[in-house]
């Protein structure tokens, strides 16, 4: 009887991920777990045994990210208003999670940052996520700025304007609605994480930023969702000062709301000028702003 070769048994990669159960950590997962890893959530609410228990700001145990290869750090806790207590939870948080992965041997960390952090932002959230990135790369790690993120089916900041734009013909709009966004597709910034977290893609030393190079302005976005929807909006134009004070009266009273007020801070104190070199150095270009419906003559 011939000697034959026996099988070679391979074990998939293991990508750990901190807000895999939040919308972007939720696209991220499924895109690493269609390429054929294994993905272990990092949650404040195991639901399986895959999972492990993690809340910022908290320890993870020795060995929580033994045998992760790679490491997505997307969670943040949004209901740290202050920066004092954005830098207890969410930054040394990450310095904490980042200390936890080379302490158990991750080789490739790729932390989500926002559009929203820049030199000279004045939002606690863009302070903030400054700050980690500060920290992200001074660890060695990947640095991604996304811009907006939109999909033909919606989903956290993008998903609440097409809600707005389903539920009312009248749109409150921030001044004049002239602030500058740039987007990004879930699919095309999936693609870009699961490259870089993966190795196929070359990571650069700077920033990346994730958006297609078009800016919209908040307005011209409200008005192509509604383009998209087929239908006629008009807007009311409120001093963003003002807003700014009755979202701010709303937290101080614990009343539930959907939009805060330091988001109105980062909306009307956006980047004038981001910079794309780094994300050109990928060879990642993401597809325009365009929402499906418009493909099928809707304009």
Sequence with gaps: MDNQPL???????????????????????RKFEA??????????????DKSVAFQLGGNLPPG?????GTLIHCAYDFDQFTMEKARAINI???????????????????VISSISAFEGCKSVYGK????????????????????????????????????QVEKSSLLPLIGTGDQIQYLVHEDDLAGLIFGLGSGLIPSPQGVITAA????????????????????????????????????????????????????????????PHPSFNELALTGVTPRPFQLADERHGIQ
């Design 212 to 271: 297609h190079d078009q800016g919209w302005t908040f307005r011209g976005i409200l008005e192509k969702i509604a383009a998209s929807k087929n239908k006629k909006v008009r807007f009311l134009p409120i001093p963003w000062r003002l807003l700014w004070l009755a979202l701010k009266t709303a937290e101080t009273l614990h009343a539930p709301i959907k939009f805060r007020s330091d988001s109105v801070v980062s909306l009307v104190n956006q980047n």
């Design 35 to 48: 390429e054929g890893w294994t993905v272990r959530p990092l949650t404040r609410s195991p639901r399986d």
């Design 92 to 110: 040394a948080g990450t310095r904490k999670l980042l200390d936890a992965a080379h302490r158990d041997g991750v080789k490739k960390i790729v």
């Design 128 to 163: 903030a996520k400054l700050a980690i990135e500060k920290i992200a790369l001074g660890a060695g790690a990947i640095v991604v700025r996304p811009g907006l993120v939109f999909s033909e089916n919606g989903g956290a900041m993008f998903g609440s304007l097409v809600s």
């Design 7 to 29: 099988p070679t048994i391979t074990t998939p990669p293991t990508c750990a991920i901190t807000g895999a159960a939040g919308y972007v950590g939720g696209f991220i997962r």
């Design 64 to 68: 929580a990210l033994s045998g992760c």
